[in-house]
């Protein structure tokens, strides 16, 4: 009954029209748009309330993202999530004082001159979907392309399967095929690919262990590093340390379940904890304890960790994964990532017990998205900036700074020569309300567009970015270079 339900859900929104007559961007909206951009910051919630563009909000219900122990109640409750997102975080929890008054300055490497520099850029949730291919998604990337690709490291989220010997699947059940790997992977822009992607996540299983095997041999193939899964178990123990301009990084990765999918009776398939538990026991992140010590013994600089849990469309974390995450970051983690929510969450800047400082991004939301519900067409991606110093007996790795972008994805139907196609393209959020703002956006937008376009907007500076951190955001000129000569310069009208 849950799985008829759920796909009734799913088939109802693909057959949805993405654009419908007549609403169109008219001079109304156009001055909405300029007002909105024109009142004082503290006015803008109250202005986008009386314009229709925020709903109610509602704090969390106490519940598990792992659908294996899902009963009725707790399944109706993801459907209404994905209705109407979970805005407001516990009331006694205090979570939305905590991370207003973050400070994500990074200064622990401020004193010491550079021996070796490196930056890595890290994305979100790549999902699949019969609608992203080559031919599709030409231009996914050519707005951000260049603030991810040009990092000397690029990383992100492979949330699925690809078995050439099967058919293409949606969701529920992942495979994509050749082309739609490469549209999701970054190939429409100047032929890039993500360094390394994350296997462990709560689809590597969709196709059965085949299909988990079959994604890191095709991963092989195209030279894309992996971890989070594995073939053996000395493939388990081996994840990858790279060395990357000089700073030496383990990537680890890991995730709470892998929904009702049967489990093999080899356990080193993939690296499963139960980061969702809600009491967990002592030995339940043994996994985790014993590869953070070893990449220490590897000589790693810095310890990446992916780690693919929490509730899906929540705007912000438990106290549970609060006090994991100071937990591993106190075992030796420097660089937390979260996925899975399907929205992105607050960052945090941690500082251990013995001074170091240590960066979690609970959740970067999708990174390429089939979804339709609105906060999921938001994603962001992080640029860490590291520096290695030479101190009087050792060297040691720190935080310089980072810088966030989000962007919205825009997605439309278009009129190709294979027919009718779902065309997407992901656009930075301010600098593209800017330019409807103005009437220089000159690709074809709809009302439904500014709507998900300024309830992304506020909900970014407003729950993720307060006053204090803005300043993560990169230069314009970082993503924003020739955004203004493509889009208004621009010959055709899509």
């Given at each position: 009954?849950?799985?008829?339900?759920?796909?009734?859900?799913?088939?109802?929104?693909?057959?949805?029209?993405?654009?419908?007559?007549?609403?169109?961007?008219?001079?109304?909206?156009?001055?909405?748009?300029?007002?909105?951009?024109?009142?004082?910051?503290?006015?803008?919630?109250?202005?986008?309330?009386?314009?229709?563009?925020?709903?109610?909000?509602?704090?969390?219900?106490?519940?598990?993202?792992?659908?294996?122990?899902?009963?009725?109640?707790?399944?109706?409750?993801?459907?209404?999530?994905?209705?109407?997102?979970?805005?407001?975080?516990?009331?006694?929890?205090?979570?939305?004082?905590?991370?207003?008054?973050?400070?994500?300055?990074?200064?622990?490497?401020?004193?010491?001159?550079?021996?070796?520099?490196?930056?890595?850029?890290?994305?979100?949730?790549?999902?699949?979907?019969?609608?992203?291919?080559?031919?599709?998604?030409?231009?996914?990337?050519?707005?951000?392309?260049?603030?991810?690709?040009?990092?000397?490291?690029?990383?992100?989220?492979?949330?699925?399967?690809?078995?050439?010997?099967?058919?293409?699947?949606?969701?529920?059940?992942?495979?994509?095929?050749?082309?739609?790997?490469?549209?999701?992977?970054?190939?429409?822009?100047?032929?890039?690919?993500?360094?390394?992607?994350?296997t462990a996540n709560n689809h590597m299983y969709d196709q059965g262990v085949a299909g988990l095997i079959a994604t890191l041999d095709y991963l092989d193939r195209q030279g894309v590093r992996h971890v989070g899964t594995a073939r053996s178990r000395q493939e388990q123990q081996c994840f990858p340390v790279?060395?990357?301009?000089?700073?030496?990084?383990?990537?680890?990765?890991?995730?709470?379940?892998?929904?009702?999918?049967?489990?093999?009776?080899?356990?080193?398939?993939?690296?499963?904890?139960?980061?969702?538990?809600?009491?967990?026991?002592?030995?339940?992140?043994?996994?985790?304890?014993?590869?953070?010590?070893?990449?220490?013994?590897?000589?790693?600089?810095?310890?990446?960790?992916?780690?693919?849990?929490?509730?899906?469309?929540?705007?912000?974390?438990?106290?549970?994964?609060?006090?994991?995450?100071?937990?591993?970051?106190?075992?030796?983690?420097?660089?937390?990532?979260?996925?899975?929510?399907?929205?992105?969450?607050?960052?945090?800047?941690?500082?251990?017990?013995?001074?170091?400082?240590?960066?979690?991004?609970?959740?970067?939301?999708?990174?390429?998205?089939?979804?339709?519900?609105?906060?999921?067409?938001?994603?962001?991606?992080?640029?860490?900036?590291?520096?290695?110093?030479?101190?009087?007996?050792?060297?040691?790795?720190?935080?310089?700074?980072?810088?966030?972008?989000?962007?919205?994805?825009?997605?439309?139907?278009?009129?190709?020569?294979?027919?009718?196609?779902?065309?997407?393209?992901?656009?930075?959020?301010?600098?593209?309300?800017?330019?409807?703002?103005?009437?220089?956006?000159?690709?074809?937008?709809?009302?439904?567009?500014?709507?998900?376009?300024?309830?992304?907007?506020?909900?970014?500076?407003?729950?993720?970015?307060?006053?204090?951190?803005?300043?993560?955001?990169?230069?314009?000129?970082?993503?924003?270079?020739?955004?203004?000569?493509?889009?208004?310069?621009?010959?055709?009208?899509?």
């Amino acid at each position: 009954m849950k799985k008829i339900l759920i796909i009734l859900l799913i088939k109802l929104t693909w057959l949805t029209p993405d654009i419908r007559p007549g609403y169109g961007l008219n001079t109304a909206d156009i001055k909405k748009i300029r007002a909105y951009f024109t009142a004082p910051r503290f006015k803008r919630y109250k202005t986008a309330r009386q314009q229709g563009y925020l709903k109610r909000r509602r704090p969390p219900r106490l519940t598990t993202s792992d659908s294996a122990v899902w009963n009725f109640k707790e399944f109706l409750y993801y459907i209404s999530k994905y209705v109407r997102p979970v805005e407001k975080c516990a009331p006694e929890s205090g979570l939305d004082r905590y991370f207003e008054k973050m400070d994500l300055h990074f200064s622990n490497g401020s004193r010491h001159p550079a021996a070796a520099t490196a930056s890595f850029a890290l994305a979100g949730d790549l999902l699949q979907d019969n609608s992203m291919t080559m031919a599709s998604s030409g231009e996914l990337f050519d707005y951000v392309g260049r603030f991810v690709f040009q990092a000397d490291f690029t990383a992100a989220n492979f949330e699925g399967v690809i078995n050439t010997n099967l058919r293409p699947s949606r969701f529920p059940r992942f495979n994509a095929n050749e082309s739609m790997f490469a549209a999701i992977m970054g190939r429409p822009y100047n032929n890039e690919l993500f360094n390394l992607v994350f296997t462990a996540n709560n689809h590597m299983y969709d196709q059965g262990v085949a299909g988990l095997i079959a994604t890191l041999d095709y991963l092989d193939r195209q030279g894309v590093r992996h971890v989070g899964t594995a073939r053996s178990r000395q493939e388990q123990q081996c994840f990858p340390v790279i060395n990357i301009e000089g700073i030496k990084t383990a990537w680890l990765a890991y995730t709470f379940g892998v929904n009702k999918c049967r489990l093999p009776e080899k356990n080193y398939y993939g690296n499963l904890v139960k980061l969702n538990k809600f009491k967990p026991a002592s030995n339940d992140f043994n996994l985790i304890y014993r590869q953070l010590k070893s990449s220490r013994a590897k000589a790693a600089d810095i310890i990446c960790l992916s780690l693919h849990w929490g509730a899906e469309w929540e705007f912000y974390p438990a106290c549970r994964q609060l006090k994991m995450a100071h937990d591993l970051a106190e075992r030796g983690a420097d660089i937390i990532i979260g996925h899975h929510t399907h929205n992105v969450q607050p960052l945090e800047k941690y500082i251990t017990k013995d001074g170091r400082e240590v960066l979690i991004i609970y959740s970067l939301g999708n990174f390429t998205s089939f979804i339709r519900q609105n906060t999921s067409k938001m994603g962001g991606a992080v640029k860490v900036y590291l520096k290695k110093c030479r101190l009087k007996n050792h060297t040691e790795t720190f935080i310089e700074r980072t810088a966030f972008i989000p962007f919205y994805q825009h997605r439309y139907r278009c009129r190709m020569a294979a027919g009718i196609e779902r065309v997407s393209r992901l656009l930075p959020v301010d600098e593209t309300l800017a330019l409807i703002g103005c009437g220089k956006f000159r690709y074809r937008v709809y009302r439904e567009h500014i709507e998900e376009l300024l309830e992304n907007q506020f909900y970014l500076h407003n729950l993720i970015l307060s006053s204090e951190t803005k300043t993560i955001l990169p230069d314009r000129e970082l993503y924003f270079y020739n955004l203004m000569e493509r889009v208004i310069y621009r010959q055709t009208d899509i």
